[in-house]
Each structure stands twice: as structure tokens, then as C-alpha cells.
């Protein structure tokens, strides 16, 4: 096998992939034809070349060892991506072309959620949620179908199970971060149940045993805080914040950022690391507002890390490698917002408890729902019959997060590639991060020249070492929950 063309051709596939990404979604391109793509690299992704990497792995000993390891991961993920592309692009289109109607008038499925995040009467929100759910319950024999191919491939490639093969691909134990998440949530019980009780009665009007999953979704969208957020100040503020930590934004000529209005431009902030590290898209379209705000700190954050790659880097740690490292750089620029220094220094917001009050108590929510996906989703991919698995989902999200949730989503409210792990990983890694930089640089270490200097020669790397290893490398020990318990608990106290 010629491994160097193999990994050429790899990342060939993966530049043209991001690229039709960027280009369809910011609402340039209006055909989304990523099966060509699949089907111009398919002898890339193949049983016999997955064996082939696997051997070749087992006979190589250090940093190759670990390249191939992730050439793996790689092709394993991409071949059944292959298998199941047909019946996932089928719900995309179900889901797409299906409409519900609201006040006489036929609103697009997608559509209807936003609908619910910015509609302030609860029953309202239960009547479009109820439409949306019929809809959902009908998508599930599609869902169904997906899943069980992901479950057949798994036994295929010779695994008991998806969540056996996806443990070993990523090399994380889902049943030991299941316990941890288990003990985050037995450990933080009374504490969340008080601060999202209160969050929920003074901000929509209901308590937390009365609150339903759908309210949430109209409670994070934090309408209440967007004059603080201004669209003028959006992309501003984020280039501030890199100057401030010795990285000059505008000279970054490796990210483009666009901020071009389109009819059909996707309103989320993305990022696409077309050609790591000369070639990143950070896509925007500002609105203003906090969530806005946020998602594109959060993509600033992949983007530079993906932009201060090292360029002789190989293939394998630039693309590769483990995911909760860039999530965790996006979620160190994401949560800024939650330091009082960085919203009086840069929005000039001198009494901002009340705003970081809501941020903190979301950021709770999430890690709460994520630590019940987790338990969930190593349950539904334990190789059992997926039948009656809708209870369990119900319960679990229910018990993590103290509101109601509904059975029918127990198909659609699943990651691939238990991509959930990469984010309860990130979160963890993100608050010991910013314990350390907090600890040696005090409150405001983002606007410490060091933190920048730290904070290059950490994403220098890309992805070759993963959040533990890097953990390690800084002295800062294993992946914990107290740095994040003592965060709750302190912010806590300042409301």
C-alpha cells in the first residue's frame, strides 16, 4: 500500500468535502452533490484497505503507530459513512420537504423549531412542538432503518456492538465517562435543580417541575440579553479579543472570514478547514444578539486553531486525531462570555450577574442533557434490540435534566460516531484550562500576550495528542468534573 498517496488522496477528499460545505451553505453553490464526491474517493474507504491499514499499524511502533491509528479511525468512520450515505440522504430530504402548518399557514419542519425559540406563550410552543413531534414519529422507520445498518456494519467489521467499535476508534472508554457523567450528575443534583428553577421562573415564567423540553429551547435563546449584544460590535469584538491575546486577526490571511449577506446563506456561524492550516472559512451572517455572539466565538475558536496548525504537520494530526481538542479550544472562546472583565472590557457591561447568571445556568442544562445522552446512547448501541429503547431515552433526559422529554425523539436525538463523548470530553478540558490560565494569569488571561504565545504553540500541533495527553503535558493531571462543579458553584454565588 502507498501510504503517501493514500493520505494525499485522503486529504484531497476531505478539502473537497469542506469545501462544497462552505460553498452550499453560505449560499454560493445551491447543489449539495457530496455523494460524487463519496463515489470519486469510494476505493479509498474499503474493507480491504481498513485490514490493510490495521496490519501495517500493528507492525509499526511509535509516532507512525499513532498516524496510522488515526488513518484507522478514519477509514473505518468514512466506509460505513459509504454504506449508510443513501438512507441518511433520504431523511435529509423527508425532513427538508416536510411541512407543518401554523396559523393557517404551512411552515417548513426546520423551520418551526426556530418558530419555537422565539415564541414566548407556553402553549403556544406545546402546539408547534406537538405538530413537530407527529412529523418526527413518522421520520423514525427511516431513523430506524439507519440505525440498524450502523449496528449490522458494526458486527460486520467484527464488533460486538457500534459502541464497541466506535471505543476503540477513538480510544475513550464510553462506559467510564458514562460513570464520571453519572457522578457530575449526582454531585450537582441540588445545586442545578435550584439555579435552573430560578433561571426558568424569572425568565419564562415557569418552574423548573413544570417546564418541558421545547421550553428550554425558547428559555436558551436569551431574547432578554440582545441589547447588550450588538451586531456592529459582533466581528469586531472577536478580533479584539485575539489582539488582545497577540494574534492580529486581520493579517490572518489563511481565514477568511464572510460576513456576506445571501438570500440562501445559512443565519448559524460555521467554520470549514478546507486546506489546514492556509485555507479556513468562517462563515457569518450577523444578526446580533447573544446566541450570535456565541456561535461565532465558538467557530473562531476552531478557526484558529485550525489556522495556527503547523504547516509540515502530517495529514493524520492536522485533520485526525481527537475531536474534543478543537471543540474544547472553540468552547475556551465560546464561554468568555462568562468572565465579567471580558463583557465590561470589550461590550462595556459593568453589571453583567444577571447575564452570566443565564449563560452558566445553560452551559449547566447542557452538561446535564449531554451526561444523560452519554448514559443513553451507550445503552442503544449495546447491540440489544433497538425496541423499547424510546422509554429509556424519556427517562434518562428527563432524570439528567429535570424537564419533561417525549419518547419519539429517542431515534433522531442521537450523534454519530458518539461525537457526544467528544463534546462532555471538551467541556471537561475547556474549565480545567481556564482554572489554569485563571490561576496563573488571573481574571483577565485573555488579554495576557503568554496565554497567546501558550495557547499557538498548543494548537501548533493540531490534533496529535489528545485532551488527556495535553492535560498531562501542562501538569494539570486527568480529565475531571470538580474544575466545572467549582465553576457552577462559584458563578453561582455572584447572582
Known amino acids: 500500500m502507498d501510504l503517501e498517496k493514500y493520505r494525499k488522496q485522503a486529504e484531497d477528499f476531505m478539502s473537497e468535502k469542506d469545501k462544497l460545505h462552505y460553498l452550499h451553505f453560505s449560499g454560493q453553490k445551491d447543489e449539495y452533490n457530496i455523494s460524487e464526491i463519496y463515489e470519486k474517493y469510494k476505493d479509498l474507504f474499503t474493507k480491504e484497505v481498513i485490514k490493510e491499514i490495521e496490519n501495517l499499524r500493528k507492525e509499526k511502533k511509535g509516532e507512525e503507530r499513532r498516524r496510522l491509528y488515526y488513518l484507522f479511525h478514519f477509514c473505518t468512520k468514512e466506509y460505513i459513512r459509504q454504506q ?23 411552515v417548513s419542519f426546520r423551520k418551526s423549531k426556530v418558530i419555537i425559540s422565539n415564541e414566548p406563550n407556553h402553549e403556544r ?3 408547534i412542538e406537538s405538530k413537530r413531534i407527529e412529523k ?31 471505543s476503540k476508534l477513538m480510544n475513550v472508554d464510553f462506559d467510564k465517562l458514562s460513570e464520571l457523567m453519572q457522578n457530575f450528575l449526582n454531585k450537582t443534583e441540588e445545586l442545578y435543580q435550584k439555579a435552573m428553577d430560578k433561571e426558568l421562573s424569572e425568565r419564562i415564567g415557569l418552574p ?24 456592529e460590535e459582533l466581528v469586531n469584538s ?56 456565541r456561535s461565532l466565538f465558538h467557530e473562531g475558536g476552531h478557526s484558529q486553531h485550525f489556522a495556527n496548525v503547523g504547516k509540515k504537520l502530517s495529514f493524520e494530526f492536522k485533520y485526525l486525531g481527537d475531536d474534543a481538542v478543537t471543540e474544547g479550544y472553540a468552547f475556551l472562546f465560546d464561554y468568555i462570555f462568562l468572565s465579567p472583565e471580558w463583557l465590561e472590557d470589550f461590550l462595556r457591561i459593568k453589571d453583567a450577574n444577571e447575564v452570566i447568571g443565564f449563560i452558566l445556568t445553560r452551559k449547566f442544562y447542557m452538561l446535564r442533557r449531554y451526561s444523560g445522552k452519554i448514559i443513553y446512547e451507550t445503552k442503544f448501541h449495546d447491540g440489544s434490540s433497538i425496541e423499547g429503547k424510546d422509554e429509556i431515552y424519556k427517562d434518562t433526559l428527563s432524570s439528567a435534566t429535570m424537564v419533561e422529554y417525549v419518547p419519539e425523539k429517542y431515534l433522531s436525538d442521537l450523534d454519530e460516531g458518539f461525537y457526544v463523548s467528544s463534546y462532555l470530553r471538551a467541556w471537561l478540558f475547556e474549565a480545567q484550562l481556564r482554572q489554569y490560565f485563571e490561576e496563573e494569569y488571573g481574571p483577565r488571561w485573555y488579554a495576557s500576550k503568554k ?22 503535558q501542562l501538569g494539570l493531571g486527568k480529565l475531571s468534573i470538580e474544575p466545572i462543579i467549582n465553576q457552577f458553584q462559584k458563578l453561582s454565588m455572584t447572582r
Not at 417541575?209 to 451586531?231: A, C, E, L, T, V
Open 125 to 127: 410552543r406545546a402546539e
Open 451 to 472: 496565554v497567546g504565545d501558550l495557547l499557538r504553540e498548543m494548537w501548533y500541533y493540531g490534533q496529535k495528542y489528545s485532551v488527556d495527553e495535553i492535560l498531562d
Open 84 to 106: 449508510v450515505k443513501k438512507i441518511k440522504q433520504e431523511i435529509v430530504q423527508e425532513e427538508a420537504k416536510a411541512k407543518i402548518m401554523i396559523d393557517d399557514e404551512k
Open 136 to 166: 418526527i414519529a413518522k421520520f423514525n422507520t427511516k431513523y430506524k432503518e439507519k440505525w440498524n445498518k450502523y449496528h449490522l456494519l458494526s458486527r460486520e467489521l467484527g464488533y460486538e456492538n457500534y459502541a464497541q467499535l466506535c
Open 208 to 231: 423548573l417541575n413544570q417546564s418541558k423540553h421545547y421550553d428550554i429551547d425558547y428559555f436558551s435563546r436569551g431574547k432578554d440579553y440582545d441589547y447588550m449584544f450588538p451586531k
Open 238 to 293: 472577536f478580533g479584539r479579543t485575539c489582539y488582545a491575546l497577540g494574534i492580529d486577526l486581520e493579517s490572518q490571511k489563511n481565514i477568511h472570514i464572510d460576513i456576506e449577506m445571501r438570500d440562501k446563506k445559512s443565519p448559524r456561524a460555521f467554520m470549514c478547514p478546507v486546506r489546514i492550516p492556509d485555507e479556513i472559512y468562517l462563515n457569518i451572517m450577523p444578526t446580533g444578539g447573544i446566541s450570535d455572539y
